[in-house]
């Protein structure tokens, strides 16, 4: 896989307040996102974007092109 993650997504977003029961609960994400963010597996545009809007970020910053 050429992109990979810059960082531990959940544990930014736990640093920003959103355990995955919140996650869950508020329907931020869906639970097969965060498994695939516990595996460090791709997730869609779309959730990169909710991501992105959680963390406060741009994709550049939580996913790097490996060559």
């Excluded at 990979?4 to 959103?18: R, S, V």
């Amino acid at each position: 896989m050429p992109l990979a993650y810059k960082t531990d997504i959940l544990a930014a977003l736990k640093e920003k307040g959103y355990n995955t029961t919140l996650l869950r609960k508020n329907k931020l994400l869906a639970e097969g996102v965060i498994q695939s963010l516990r595996e460090k597996k791709p997730i869609s545009w779309t959730n990169i974007s909710k991501v992105c809007e959680l963390l406060e970020c741009q994709p550049g910053d939580i996913l790097e092109f490996l060559h």
